[in-house]
């Protein structure tokens, strides 16, 4: 894949690979989901809820954590952190390839998981609450979609339940 200087991310949208160039991901769903871990922990130190996400599409990682404190947006989900992320640097909205989330992605972000056409979701906890793949609803199961993403749920769940619970029994 050709560099792409002028669509290097934005800073604080994660990436802490060189801009522009290849990276081969050779790993296995825990590994992706320890670098989304990492990524949670950059959110975390900012004061924002610790969910991270990776993406690995054509060579390439993106990474990104909730910001929706830092810039402040209701939108900034680490997971549409990185997807906004990936399709300014390859330049398209089919974005395709597996993501990496530390928690079950909302209704929002299910919604631009499958508008993005991501091959494969893989999340850590669920989340009774609010989740859109499986816990409250579930988005990619529905039948009215043209796109399906297989998900592979509770990778890491205990490890990515007891990171969200540290930051909220932290803060009390």
Same mark, same amino acid.
């Given at each position: 894949?050709?560099?792409l200087?002028?669509?290097?991310?934005s800073e604080?949208?994660?990436?802490?690979?060189?801009?522009?160039?290849e990276?081969?991901?050779?790993?296995?769903?825990? +590994?992706?989901?320890?670098?989304?871990?990492?990524?949670?922990?950059?959110?975390?130190a900012?004061?924002?809820?610790?969910i991270?996400?990776?993406l $690995?599409?054509?060579?390439?990682m993106?990474?990104?954590?909730?910001?929706?404190?830092?810039?402040?947006?209701?939108?900034?989900?680490?997971?549409? =952190?990185?997807?906004a992320q990936?399709?300014r640097?390859? %330049?398209?909205w089919? =974005?395709?390839g597996t993501l990496y989330?530390?928690?079950?992605?909302c209704?929002?972000?299910?919604?631009? =998981?499958?508008?993005?056409?991501i091959?494969?979701?893989?999340? %850590?906890?669920?989340?009774p609450?609010?989740?859109?793949?499986?816990?409250?609803?579930?988005?990619?199961? +529905?039948?009215?979609?043209? $796109?399906?993403?297989?998900?592979t749920s509770?990778?890491?769940?205990?490890?990515? +339940?007891?990171q969200?619970?540290a930051?909220?029994a932290?803060?009390?």
């Amino acid at each position: 894949m050709a560099q792409l200087d002028s669509a290097s991310p934005s800073e604080g949208e994660g990436c802490p690979f060189e801009p522009g160039r290849e990276h081969h991901f050779y790993a296995d769903d825990e +590994s992706g989901m320890r670098t989304a871990m990492l990524c949670a922990e950059r959110a975390a130190a900012a004061g924002d809820v610790p969910i991270g996400a990776l993406l $690995h599409v054509d060579g390439w990682m993106f990474e990104g954590w909730n910001e929706k404190e830092a810039r402040p947006d209701p939108t900034a989900h680490a997971e549409m =952190i990185v997807l906004a992320q990936a399709a300014r640097v390859l %330049g398209r909205w089919r =974005i395709g390839g597996t993501l990496y989330v530390t928690k079950e992605p909302c209704v929002m972000c299910a919604g631009a =998981i499958a508008a993005a056409r991501i091959e494969r979701l893989v999340f %850590g906890c669920s989340d009774p609450k609010g989740g859109a793949v499986g816990g409250v609803v579930d988005v990619l199961a +529905s039948p009215v979609l043209n $796109h399906r993403v297989a998900v592979t749920s509770g990778v890491l769940a205990e490890a990515t +339940s007891a990171q969200l619970r540290a930051f909220f029994a932290a803060r009390r």
